[in-house]
């Protein structure tokens, strides 16, 4: 559990690299090559790496025939010929935005620099994934967390190693809820009465229950429906997701009492009988859709 936990923390630090360097691979192309950014949606990965360093600037993009941009396309695993030949289109009616060798030459520099750092970055996640998912699975209460909707397998190690081994710590939602730093905070002085968010509380573990919170949105009806209320009532995506935080919290907890696979059929059973307004709501969902 201990060499899980330091896994799972370097992990998250260095995807926090990969996305820095991702947004400063954006900023340093809108320079002087941003016809690459509309062509790639996805810019942390293997493909858009090898792009860049094959073609680092516009003009030596359009200088590649056809032929050899479907077939660099193709080694990378790229079968959709409409999308394929919307970026050769692209790259053939593209105009530079720049001439100025004194903006190209530094930047394709830097540019390069940058490929090459997030290459090496990508290789360390993938590493440690692999690392992480062969640990995760000699752990006896992995399948538990990895049925959790959202979960998956980044997020379900991460969850068993927030839970722990010394689960008789928690003995209600709350508890991990203030440990976390998920619940808010309340205070009263006098006639006046504030809320604010916990500062004193271990980070990564209320970064896990949230980000945990909002991969559930597009995977889980009712935290669907429980989000767009939120958002509905005026909430910013950051506060409907803290919100919804304290939520799927509160229903993970009692699995740890009775360990059974995640079942959101008992979980909406449960709200039915505690008439909790959320039904109705769902109910109401798909007429709106």
């Known amino acids: 559990m201990r060499t899980l936990a330091t896994l799972v923390e370097q992990r998250r630090l260095l995807v926090g690299d990969k996305t820095r360097i991702t947004n400063?691979?954006?900023?340093?192309?809108?320079?002087?090559?941003?016809?690459?950014l509309d062509w790639f949606e996805d810019r942390d990965t293997v493909l858009f790496c090898d792009f860049l360093q094959r073609w680092p600037c516009l003009k030596h993009a359009k200088r590649a025939?056809?032929?050899t941009l479907r077939a660099f396309f193709a080694a990378h695993n790229l079968r959709r010929a409409s999308l394929i030949e919307e970026r050769i289109h692209g790259i053939r009616s593209a105009t530079a935005l720049t001439d100025d060798p004194a903006v190209l030459g530094p930047h394709q520099l830097l540019v390069q620099a940058l490929v090459a750092q997030l290459r090496v970055t990508l290789q360390a996640i993938d590493h440690l994934d692999a690392e992480i998912t062969a640990v995760a699975k000699r752990l006896p209460d992995y399948a538990l967390f990895a049925a959790l909707p959202g979960a998956g397998s980044s997020l379900a190690p991460r969850l068993l190693v927030a839970f722990g081994e010394q689960r008789e710590r928690y003995t209600s939602a709350a508890n991990i809820q203030q440990y976390a730093g998920i619940a808010p905070v309340l205070e009263r002085s006098g006639n006046k009465c504030w809320v604010h968010w916990r500062l004193a509380c271990p980070t990564f573990l209320r970064q896990t229950f949230v980000e945990w919170a909002g991969s559930t949105i597009p995977r889980s009806f009712w935290a669907s429906v429980y989000y767009h209320r939120q958002r509905a009532k005026g909430c910013s995506h950051q506060a409907a997701v803290r919100a919804l935080c304290v939520q799927v919290d509160s229903h993970s907890v009692p699995l740890l009492a009775d360990p059974h696979p995640y079942?959101?059929?008992v979980y909406l059973h449960a709200l039915k009988r505690r008439g909790s307004p959320l039904i109705a709501a769902m109910a109401a969902a798909p007429k709106n859709a």
Do not use: I
Request: a neutral charge; charged letters at 30%; aromatic letters at 10%.
């Open 24 to 36: 400063r691979l954006g900023s340093t192309l809108k320079e002087y090559f941003p016809q690459a």
């Open 263 to 265: 079942d959101e059929s």
């Open 65 to 67: 025939r056809q032929a």
